[in-house]
């Protein structure tokens, strides 16, 4: 009986174990531009898009043609993405018409910048060019 409870104790801590954050995928820019072009998206690096840094991380500025872009902020893993992410919303916004739709998954975060004119302050991934396009791509990382 106490074998049964030793290895039934050390298969839940392997489990345990195996399910933290430490566990998570750290992505690479080779990795999301990837995820980005299998999805369908013509993509060009362009400096000139490229928003301002968030808890230390410049992105990298990418155009999706017809007045949309997307940052891409690689962190090192994702408890640093979440405070990435707390500076974005604690920052000040500049004064615009729409703000971006931010997507995100482990290491990555993602500010899709698009050209349409929403109905609210941030429009659903489905009233944009590529948000549908820019989901499935960080679902797919």
């Known amino acids: ?11 839940l801590m392997f489990t345990t174990a195996c399910n933290n954050d430490s566990a998570a995928k750290v992505h690479t820019v080779g990795d999301v ?3 980005f072009r299998q ?13 301002r840094p968030l ?11 017809s007045n949309a872009a997307v940052n891409v902020y690689l962190y090192k893993d994702s408890k640093t993405r979440e405070e990435g992410f707390k500076a974005y919303e604690d920052s000040p916004k500049i ?8 997507y995100f998954t482990d290491n990555v975060l993602v ?5 349409e004119v929403p109905n609210t302050a941030v ?9 549908k396009q820019l989901e499935n791509a960080i679902k797919d990382l």
Do not use: C
């Open 95 to 102: 004064m615009s018409s729409h703000a971006p739709i931010v």
């Open 123 to 131: 429009a659903k991934t489905d009233e944009t060019r590529f948000g």
């Open 39 to 51: 999805v369908g998206l013509v993509i060009t690096k362009d400096a000139s898009v490229t928003e």
């Open 33 to 35: 531009e990837k995820a």
């Open 55 to 65: 808890g230390e991380i410049t992105p990298q500025g990418y155009s999706l043609g």
């Open 111 to 115: 500010l899709y910048n698009y050209a």
């Open 1 to 11: 009986m106490t074998k049964w409870i030793l290895a039934l104790s050390m298969l």
